[in-house]
């Protein structure tokens, strides 16, 4: 019992934190900007915390069924993190662009910051990194047929229509993702896997996971930091929102913590397959995200927008539109070769530095 305290010691801070914040809540937000701001990076760094143990439980599942299931589990689970997260946010949130800017900043962290820096590392390592680029390929075009049909042609949509729209935008996502997975998992499950020598240190998993344990535990202990993570982003949400006021902070803000957050494991797990010489994981665990993101987020926020009968905007700026079609040109560019470099890291690496400036600056 001490030993499996000690292993899951985050969930355990987490649902101390939990019990904690709940009750003072109100008490912190009522003392002023001060307190509720250091009250929200204070639960951001225990969502975290929470988020890295179930992204382990999501590994040791991904490695008992294998690929390409392994990494369907580990984006889902991401994935469902950031969707728990950003509806919470929303109930207490009035910003209409948040759910847009949370997608938007996902896929360019994901792309732009996991595949960069990744590629960067593993690159001035190993040199080229093999991959199979049938998965590049397939993800990319997927991830722009999805953020152009939820949110590029969002733009021309009459407001009178948004209602139609939305519908329309849930039923083409849930086809969209369904007819991936399909094909993902069956008759096209060879696009998404690469063969290593096993060598070496190289012979440990991609994921880099500790031994298959019993399936049943990890499935409950997922379960339940999932549903810590959304009492503490409830908290969060309202501090951060007094925490932030009148500050001039960008509203974009609120929507890049929410997507580091769900984020944050995958890039750890994205670095150690990459400094193992093993590109396949990045590869599918950047664009496999991005693609659960786009497609299984919208679904969800526009059917909330529809209960609640108030229209939210997904259609993206000017510059997030132009950020966004230079990281999936640049994307489709590097990812048809079947390799990656530090050089091809290095361009993604840029994109997402000008993704944070423009960001900083409010577009």
């Given at each position: 019992?001490l030993?499996?305290?000690?292993?899951?010691?985050?969930?355990?801070?987490?649902?101390?934190?939990?019990?904690?914040?709940?009750?003072?809540?109100?008490?912190?937000?009522?003392?002023?900007?001060?307190?509720?701001?250091?009250a929200?990076?204070?639960?951001?760094?225990?969502?975290i915390?929470?988020?890295?143990?179930?992204?382990?439980?999501?590994?040791?599942?991904?490695?008992?069924?294998?690929e390409?299931?392994?990494?369907?589990?580990?984006?889902?689970?991401?994935?469902?993190?950031?969707?728990?997260?950003l509806?919470?946010?929303?109930?207490?949130?009035?910003s209409?662009?948040?759910?847009?800017?949370?997608?938007?900043?996902?896929?360019?962290?994901?792309?732009?910051?996991?595949?960069?820096?990744?590629?960067?590392?593993?690159?001035?390592?190993?040199?080229?990194?093999?991959?199979?680029n049938?998965?590049?390929?397939?993800?990319?075009?997927?991830?722009?047929?999805?953020?152009?049909?939820?949110?590029?042609?969002?733009?021309?949509?009459?407001?009178?229509?948004?209602?139609?729209?939305?519908?329309?935008?849930?039923?083409?996502?849930?086809?969209?993702?369904?007819?991936?997975?399909?094909?993902?998992?069956?008759?096209?499950?060879?696009?998404?896997?690469?063969?290593y020598?096993?060598?070496?240190?190289d012979?440990?998993?991609?994921h880099g996971?500790e031994?298959?344990?019993?399936?049943?535990?990890?499935?409950?202990?997922?379960?339940?930091?999932?549903?810590?993570?959304?009492?503490?982003?409830?908290?969060?949400?309202?501090?951060l929102d007094?925490?932030?006021e009148?500050?001039?902070?960008?509203?974009?803000?609120?929507?890049?913590v929410v997507?580091?957050?769900?984020?944050?494991?995958?890039?750890?797990?994205?670095?150690?397959?990459?400094?193992?010489?093993?590109?396949?994981?990045?590869?599918?665990?950047?664009?496999?995200?991005?693609?659960?993101t786009?497609?299984?987020?919208?679904?969800?926020?526009?059917?909330?927008?529809?209960?609640?009968?108030?229209?939210?905007?997904?259609?993206m700026?000017?510059?997030?539109?132009?950020?966004?079609?230079?990281?999936?040109?640049?994307?489709?560019?590097?990812?048809?070769?079947?390799?990656?470099?530090?050089?091809?890291?290095?361009?993604?690496?840029?994109?997402?530095?000008?993704?944070?400036?423009?960001?900083?600056?409010?577009?």
């Amino acid at each position: 019992m001490l030993a499996l305290a000690r292993k899951e010691l985050f969930l355990i801070i987490a649902a101390v934190v939990a019990a904690v914040a709940l009750p003072m809540e109100h008490a912190i937000t009522h003392a002023g900007q001060g307190p509720s701001l250091i009250a929200a990076i204070a639960l951001i760094g225990v969502i975290i915390l929470a988020s890295l143990r179930v992204a382990h439980h999501a590994e040791i599942l991904a490695e008992k069924v294998g690929e390409p299931y392994g990494t369907m589990i580990l984006t889902l689970s991401a994935v469902l993190v950031e969707v728990v997260i950003l509806a919470i946010m929303l109930g207490s949130n009035e910003s209409p662009t948040l759910a847009r800017d949370t997608i938007y900043s996902a896929v360019m962290l994901d792309i732009n910051g996991i595949i960069g820096v990744a590629a960067i590392l593993g690159g001035l390592k190993h040199g080229e990194q093999p991959y199979n680029n049938a998965s590049g390929r397939t993800y990319i075009v997927m991830i722009m047929t999805g953020m152009g049909v939820s949110m590029l042609v969002p733009e021309f949509v009459p407001m009178a229509s948004w209602q139609a729209y939305s519908v329309f935008s849930i039923v083409i996502m849930i086809f969209l993702y369904g007819m991936f997975l399909r094909l993902q998992t069956t008759r096209h499950s060879y696009f998404f896997s690469y063969k290593y020598e096993s060598k070496g240190e190289d012979h440990h998993d991609a994921h880099g996971a500790e031994p298959v344990g019993r399936a049943w535990h990890s499935v409950v202990t997922l379960l339940v930091g999932i549903v810590l993570i959304g009492i503490l982003a409830e908290a969060m949400s309202k501090t951060l929102d007094v925490g932030l006021e009148g500050t001039g902070i960008p509203p974009i803000f609120s929507a890049l913590v929410v997507a580091t957050i769900s984020a944050s494991p995958e890039i750890l797990t994205a670095l150690r397959a990459a400094l193992a010489n093993r590109m396949q994981p990045v590869i599918n665990i950047a664009l496999g995200a991005s693609l659960s993101t786009v497609v299984l987020t919208v679904p969800v926020i526009e059917f909330l927008a529809l209960m609640r009968g108030q229209p939210i905007v997904m259609a993206m700026t000017p510059a997030q539109s132009i950020m966004t079609a230079l990281t999936l040109l640049v994307a489709a560019i590097n990812l048809n070769d079947g390799q990656t470099n530090a050089i091809e890291g290095t361009t993604h690496f840029v994109l997402f530095c000008a993704f944070l400036m423009l960001a900083f600056l409010g577009l």
